[in-house]
């Protein structure tokens, strides 16, 4: 492709923020119409919940644990084939689903094929807002999270209006074509300059003469370069944070997925279990920048990390009210609220890290937390679906979301209270050392010889 460099923070990035958006509620928004197809997928295929759940899993696994490689294809590629590629994977995972005969082919195209292109075309368009926005790069970033609201909102719509006439295979062959506008919205991102230096490398040594031995130790270098196992072991914020965040994942995207069967459930109309999705994303819209825009304010800097977890805690107490009452305003009062949590966590997830993580090691931070992630979101639907055919209550499905969102909750604020403790008692010790330090001078006199204080710097 021509590699004509377009300028940062110049007139062209907003068009790529307008393409961001597109890609953004194209991917992210797109799992959350999957329930509005788990009964018809059931009947079909005579299948369980169990087994139906596995679908909407696989996908939003895919979709997270693909990250590392997208990263490998964005330094090789770049950003615009990368969401490219990921468009076409898209389109031809939904087109051959249309067409599949029993659950695991389906497993394979809706879930396997459509997340790897969604991951591609979603993570890579995020990198290059990054080249594209500097001095308005927060945001540029509250501005492209409102297309995930979007996609929330618009895409169980227009599944519910093409599952009554075209049916499931009908409606997924359209989303084939639907997903190929990431193609077009790949093309518009273009090469940015950068003022960034190549790296220079040095040559690597002759390779030694079990060429086996150098493979193993080239895909070690990959995996440490890509996922950050040192950082888990060293960092404890960090691994209060990925293991919080995954024990609350096992209970967070069940809403999203069996809402729509919950309320049918409840004899609710199609249509109206159906909105139920779409105010989630509507209020989405509003409520998303609005709480990306107070997260990055200095005055909630030190109590980020209480506010993400007190978002867990909120959005799992909302599901006790959902599971209590099935009546349509009474799930309307209960999307509002969940709306509220849910901009919460999605405006603070990544703020957080960034306070916990160096930015040096950000990205190898981030690797490694939706690899982890991606097996969280792999468990839970299955997980819920047993519960379901085993008790027959979708109660109980909700009842299971609250328990792990209140215990990560409750988990991570007590933790990171706890580390922040243990960090002021630091700081006090060396303000201690600091004053004795001072005291003894003035008591001994500038010219007398003293031992020399070690200090150990605990945090920057």
């Given at each position: 492709m021509p590699q004509a460099l377009e300028r940062a923070d110049g007139s062209w990035a907003w068009v790529v923020l307008l393409a961001t958006m597109v890609t953004q509620g194209l991917t992210l928004g797109f799992p959350t119409c999957i329930g509005i197809f788990f009964t018809d997928l059931q009947w079909e295929f005579q299948a369980s919940n169990s087994q139906t759940s596995w679908i909407p899993s696989i996908l939003m696994a895919v979709l997270h644990m693909a990250g590392p490689l997208c990263s490998i294809l964005v330094g090789r590629f770049g950003c615009?084939?990368?969401?490219?590629?990921?468009?076409?994977?898209?389109?031809?995972?939904?087109?051959?689903?249309?067409?599949?005969?029993?659950?695991?082919?389906?497993?394979?195209?809706?879930?396997?094929?459509?997340?790897?292109?969604?991951?591609?075309?979603?993570?890579?368009?995020?990198?290059?807002?990054?080249?594209?926005?500097?001095?308005?790069?927060?945001?540029?970033?509250?501005?492209?999270?409102?297309?995930?609201?979007?996609?929330?909102?618009?895409?169980?719509?227009?599944?519910?209006?093409?599952?009554?006439?075209?049916?499931?295979?009908?409606?997924?062959?359209?989303?084939?074509?639907?997903?190929?506008?990431?193609?077009?919205?790949?093309?518009?991102?273009?090469?940015?300059?950068?003022?960034?230096?190549?790296?220079?490398?040095?040559?690597?040594?002759?390779?030694?003469?079990?060429?086996?031995?150098?493979?193993?130790?080239?895909?070690?270098?990959?995996?440490?370069?890509?996922?950050?196992?040192?950082?888990?072991?060293?960092?404890?914020?960090?691994?209060?944070?990925?293991?919080?965040?995954?024990?609350?994942?096992?209970?967070?995207?069940?809403?999203?997925?069996?809402?729509?069967?919950?309320?049918?459930?409840?004899?609710?109309?199609?249509?109206?279990?159906?909105?139920?999705?779409?105010?989630?994303?509507?209020?989405?819209?509003?409520?998303?920048?609005?709480?990306?825009?107070?997260?990055?304010?200095?005055?909630?800097?030190?109590?980020?990390?209480?506010?993400?977890?007190?978002?867990?805690?909120?959005?799992?107490?909302?599901?006790?009210?959902?599971?209590?009452?099935?009546?349509?305003?009474?799930?309307?009062?209960?999307c509002l609220v969940y709306s509220v949590s849910m901009s919460g966590i999605g405006a603070l997830i990544f703020q957080v890290l960034m306070d916990i993580v160096p930015m040096d090691q950000f990205p190898r931070a981030l690797g490694l937390f939706t690899v982890l992630d991606g097996f969280a979101f792999l468990i839970s639907p299955p997980l819920a679906g047993l519960l379901l055919d085993a008790t027959n209550n979708f109660s109980y499905v909700f009842f299971m979301s609250s328990f792990f969102l209140i215990s990560a909750a409750l988990f991570m604020g007590g933790s990171f209270y706890a580390l922040q403790k243990k960090e002021q008692g630091k700081r006090a010790v060396v303000a201690d050392a600091l004053e004795q330090d001072i005291f003894l001078e003035a008591k001994d006199g500038p010219g007398k010889q003293r031992s020399p204080v070690i200090m150990y710097v605990t945090s920057v």
């Open positions: 615009r084939v990368t969401t490219m590629l990921g468009g076409v994977l898209a389109s031809l995972g939904m087109v051959a689903s249309s067409f599949s005969r029993n659950l695991s082919q389906l497993y394979f195209t809706a879930g396997f094929i459509t997340g790897l292109g969604m991951c591609f075309s979603f993570q890579s368009s995020v990198t290059v807002l990054g080249f594209y926005f500097v001095r308005r790069r927060v945001l540029a970033n509250a501005l492209a999270s409102m297309g995930v609201s979007l996609g929330i909102t618009l895409w169980p719509l227009l599944s519910r209006y093409l599952l009554e006439d075209l049916g499931w295979r009908g409606t997924f062959l359209v989303f084939g074509g639907v997903f190929l506008h990431c193609c077009i919205c790949g093309a518009i991102m273009r090469p940015v300059a950068t003022s960034v230096a190549p790296e220079t490398k040095e040559c690597p040594p002759p390779p030694p003469e079990t060429p086996a031995l150098g493979c193993v130790a080239a895909c070690g270098r990959t995996i440490q370069r890509h996922l950050a196992f040192d950082i888990l072991r060293h960092n404890t914020g960090y691994c209060v944070y990925v293991l919080g965040v995954m024990w609350s994942i096992l209970g967070f995207p069940l809403p999203q997925v069996f809402l729509v069967p919950y309320a049918m459930w409840h004899r609710m109309d199609e249509q109206q279990a159906a909105l139920l999705i779409s105010i989630i994303g509507f209020s989405n819209i509003f409520l998303r920048p609005l709480a990306g825009l107070m997260a990055g304010r200095p005055a909630f800097a030190s109590h980020r990390k209480y506010l993400f977890s007190l978002a867990f805690l909120l959005n799992g107490l909302t599901n006790l009210v959902c599971a209590a009452s099935g009546d349509f305003w009474v799930l309307v009062g209960y």
